[in-house]
């Protein structure tokens, strides 16, 4: 008889085949701009890093870890209990209405990711009888938290604004109670915003709320760091904001839903991640009240994060390369082919950058890219190497040289 073990195998070796395996790399140091990476069991080496979420470069900052140990000594290593029976301090609370304040809302919730953040909104709030409306590309935990709720499930394409107005007619002609339009601020594989202002009118005409799940954009996208709706001037149209401490904001872990009182008082009744799952660990809350002071006097880590941005995206295109229009941190290198782009990355690396390709079925069939993702900690002279990189991996590509030829010619030069 076929074997479950037999099985699994099987399906591990259709997913090595088809080239989507991913293997982890082992990072030996704190997470930065420059790190000692490799992939298990091969020997480290020193590269710069162009694909962590650390927009602001705070993952190693030094007030951060100073905060963390503090709260160790003065708040201990763990809870030991989920949030309502005996699993919340001072700092909780602190850190709860200190992302009210720095969003602009009335009330927030912490969760132990975003991932949690999303599974736990949807199912308290729209039921059988309401009906959520969502874009096509919305990260996978909104997906997921829209499979636990009962409400009908309407979507819509990748920032389409017309579609997006169908589908809410279609909600309405349903007969749904509440509605609700959920986006992504930032879409991660392409870096493209959200149309917020045109979403909003949108959602406004049907009556429906507005969420809107900001992780690649709070705490640098936006005038003093409040994100997508900040940066749109829509601020007070969105009713229910998601976001993770995991990437600009510290990049530790834990994740929040916040906005009217209302929303956040049901979660903390009905929400089962919240009920459910244990509380955020002291240090990281601590460390992330730090971060948030940090990002309030943050104004020039956003402005050379914009700078790193422009000058990768204009020095690309100076040498050719095909990128996805926009303004964002996360720029896409397109190769369309995946092997080719996954050839690219892997020269790179042996060149001491570290970017990561995607291929289908993370992004659509043919449109192969490498993500690069820049940082305020990344000097200007790092992000000059990095477009040298590409030039140097396409070039030994396409003369079918092996790098360490390539190599060896630099040093003779
Ligand atoms: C990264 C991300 C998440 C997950 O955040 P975690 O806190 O790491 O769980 C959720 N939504 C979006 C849009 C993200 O980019």
């Not at 599974?119 to 969502?134: C, K, M």
């Not at 720029?331 to 995607?358: C, K, N, Q, W």
């Not at 043919?366 to 990189?389: D, F, M, N, W, Y």
């Amino acid at each position: 008889m076929y074997s479950i073990k037999e099985s699994l195998a099987a399906e591990l070796a259709e997913i090595r085949e088809a080239g989507l395996e991913k293997a982890e790399r082992e990072i030996t140091t704190p997470q930065g701009p420059r790190i000692r990476a490799a992939l298990v069991g091969q020997p480290q080496r020193e590269v710069l890093n162009f694909c962590a979420n650390n927009y602001l470069g705070l993952a190693d900052h030094p007030d951060l870890i100073e905060a963390a140990k503090d709260a160790l000594d003065r708040h201990g290593f763990g809870m030991a209990s989920v949030r309502f029976i005996c699993g919340t301090q001072d700092i909780h609370l602190a850190l709860e209405s200190q992302v009210s304040d720095f969003v602009g809302t009335e009330a927030t919730i912490l969760f132990s990711s975003c991932f949690d953040a999303n599974a736990a909104v949807f199912e308290p709030l729209f039921g059988a009888g309401d009906a959520i409306v969502s874009d096509e590309l919305n990260h996978a935990s909104i997906i997921d938290g829209v499979r636990l709720s009962k409400a009908a499930r309407f979507r819509y394409r990748n920032r389409d604004m017309s579609d997006l107005r169908a589908q809410l007619q279609a909600a309405r002609d349903g007969g749904a109670r509440r509605v609700v339009v959920v986006t992504d601020g930032v879409f991660s594989m392409d870096g493209y915003l959200a149309p917020l202002p045109e979403i909003c009118d949108a959602a406004e005409e049907a009556g429906a709320l507005v969420m809107v799940d900001d992780s690649h954009a709070v705490g640098f996208m936006g005038e003093t760091g409040a994100g997508t709706p900040e940066h749109f001037g829509v601020s007070d149209r969105i009713d229910i904001w998601t976001g993770t401490f995991g990437k600009a904001l510290g990049g530790a872990s834990g994740g929040y839903v916040s906005g009217r009182r209302e929303i956040v008082d049901l979660l903390r009744q009905r929400g089962r991640p919240y009920l459910f799952s244990n509380s955020l660990a002291p240090s990281i809350v601590a460390a992330t009240l730090r971060a948030l002071e940090l990002v309030r006097e943050a104004g020039e880590l956003r402005t050379r994060l914009v700078e790193n941005a422009a000058q990768f995206r204009a020095r690309m295109s100076e040498e050719g390369f095909d990128l996805l229009d926009g303004e964002h941190a996360i720029v896409p290198v397109m190769f369309g082919d995946a092997s080719l782009a996954s050839s690219i990355a892997a020269r790179m690396l042996e060149l001491g950058v570290f970017v990561t390709a995607f291929s289908y079925p993370v992004v659509p069939k043919g449109k192969a890219r490498i993500r690069v993702q820049l940082s305020a900690a990344h000097s200007p002279e790092q992000v000059e190497e990095c477009v040298t990189a590409f030039v140097r991996a396409r070039t030994s590509l396409d003369a079918g040289a092996p790098l360490d030829e390539l190599a060896a010619d630099d040093a003779d030069a």
